[in-house]
């Protein structure tokens, strides 16, 4: 405990300097990542320094101060120790949560079925006498049984952590695979920067450097090389993305990932030497305020952007002209995403809905979706013309583009959804605040979660997932990029498939 009984110290600072922090009652318990005695170290070293010096504070007052600091570095390791080890608890009791809520899921999914049919199939025994009948119902009953049994084997999907990529400077707000054939994948940071990285050497072969502000997002042109992202200062740009695959490989790789404890924050000198670039082939200006999101629509000559001043905005690549504002939104904007093959648009905002747009005809038309009761963080199209919307109500629905009244499925989770996506084959990705990445299917029912331990997987909130195309043998075909300033690589694979 300190010590507060020196006369020669004022009373107020005596109170300020022996005061403990209130206790935290939230269960998510920050974990501290540096090791206690090199943080505080150059603030004594520097305090030791200044003694050393003239001084208008008292000598007496000086040793006592120094003696106060050093029972304080006392306390923050205990506090530190502590620290580590609720951490360690939490994760087991959320391993635990986890494995119990999968059990539970895959019960609720048959149970009902399995009590119709059961039900019709005793009435109907009663009403039909004859030893046949009975048999067939047997049958009918053994049937069902069978089926629930099923329901409860773990899911047969293989998910597995391959490679990490770092060294952004801050959070990274999105990640996007390149088109079939090219083995890069992009990421958007908070560091005002993007990068454009070797999927199987995890380096970083371009950094692009030309927004003042965040960048929040970034696509690939659909048949070009050129890169579209959207940043906090107010503007889209346009891009060359012309890179050079052959180049070394990375430090990280499968066989080194797991060994040892991950640092709070990446090296930043790993992208040092790293070709940059600052100039855009395009800006496009026209927003008032933030631009969240943007993404290229079908043909790659136009791109749509969604901004926090409540407006989408149109734009042709070619002569940069603003063709169209889009308005109706009654809150920000915060995602934007268009159509594989056609002139569909869908645009996400804090007014808990998200609107389609649909520019096939000269007219544009827009259809409003309701069901959200909070922000939609995301809304993507699917292959089977759905589209799947997130929020930070903790929800995922699935909708069809003909029915807007109400959802064909609907996922609840445990924590707010980021910016999700669906693979060809229809699986929905799911990334969460709570550091955990959810696999389900377009009808609802969970596949499985991304294992994450102390030493594999997200230490801070995951904010966007990217599925690799099918079929485009790479060693990763799922990434997710979060928080702690790390991008994954992933290999997701079904049993018939590994």
Not at 83 to 112: A, C, H, M, T
Not at 221 to 249: E, I, N
Not at 422 to 450: E, K, M, T
Request: one cysteine or more; glycine letters at 6%.
């Amino acid at each position: 405990m300190l010590c507060t009984g020196d006369a020669n110290m004022p009373q107020d600072v005596v109170q300020n300097l022996s005061a403990k922090p209130p206790k935290s009652k939230r269960i998510n318990i920050p974990r501290v990542q540096s090791n206690a005695e090199s943080e505080i170290q150059p603030f004594l070293t520097n305090f030791r320094s200044d003694m050393d010096g003239e001084s208008v504070i008292p000598p007496v007052f000086r040793s006592r101060l120094h003696e106060l600091f050093i029972q304080i570095e006392k306390e923050f390791e205990t506090l530190y120790a502590e620290n580590l080890n609720l951490n360690e608890k939490i994760e087991s009791l959320n391993e635990r949560l986890e494995r119990e809520s999968f059990v539970g899921d895959k019960q609720s999914y048959d149970f009902p079925d399995f009590d119709n049919t059961s039900s019709k199939s005793f009435s109907k025994q009663k009403s039909i006498s004859g030893s046949s009948q009975k048999v067939k119902t047997a049958h009918k009953l053994k049937a069902q049984t069978s089926k629930i049994v099923s329901s409860f084997k773990g899911p047969n999907v293989s998910c597995s952590l391959i490679r990490e990529y770092s060294g952004h400077k801050d959070g990274i707000w999105e990640v996007a695979v390149a088109r079939p054939g090219q083995p890069l994948i992009g990421t958007a940071s908070a560091d005002h920067t993007a990068c454009i990285w070797s999927v199987e050497a995890g380096k970083c072969l371009l950094q692009y450097q030309g927004h003042q502000g965040s960048v929040n997002s970034i696509r690939f042109h659909p048949s070009r090389d050129l890169v579209l992202t959207a940043s906090g200062d107010q503007t889209a740009h346009v891009w060359q993305a012309v890179v050079t695959l052959d180049q070394p490989k990375g430090h990280s790789s499968e066989e080194e990932l797991g060994t040892g404890e991950k640092d709070d924050f990446c090296d930043d000198s790993l992208l040092e030497g790293t070709p940059t670039l600052r100039t855009p082939v395009s800006e496009l200006m026209g927003h008032s305020s933030v631009v969240m999101a943007a993404d290229w629509l079908p043909g790659g000559d136009q791109v749509i952007t969604a901004s926090w001043d409540r407006t989408a905005n149109l734009y042709d690549v070619e002569t940069r002209d603003l063709v169209q504002s889009l308005s109706g939104h009654d809150q920000e904007l915060t995602h934007t995403s268009s159509h594989h093959s056609q002139r569909l648009v869908v645009t996400s905002s804090k007014d808990t809905t998200f609107r389609l747009w649909d520019f096939r005809e000269p007219i544009h038309s827009v259809s409003v979706f309701q069901g959200h009761t909070e922000t939609v963080t995301s809304a993507v199209f699917t292959r089977e013309d759905k589209v799947v919307s997130g929020s930070d109500d903790r929800s995922v629905k699935v909708w069809d583009l003909r029915n807007m009244r109400s959802p064909l499925a609907t996922i609840r989770s445990d924590s707010a959804v980021n910016r999700l996506a669906v693979s060809g084959a229809g699986v929905v990705a799911i990334p969460h605040d709570n550091r955990q990445v959810r696999l389900f299917d377009l009808n609802g029912q969970r596949i499985a979660r991304l294992p994450r331990t102390s030493r594999q997987g997200h230490r801070r909130m995951v904010s966007s997932v990217a599925w690799a195309e099918e079929n485009s043998n790479l060693s990763c075909n799922f990434f997710s990029c979060g928080f702690d300033r790390l991008i994954l690589g992933w290999s997701v694979q079904s049993c018939k498939d590994a």
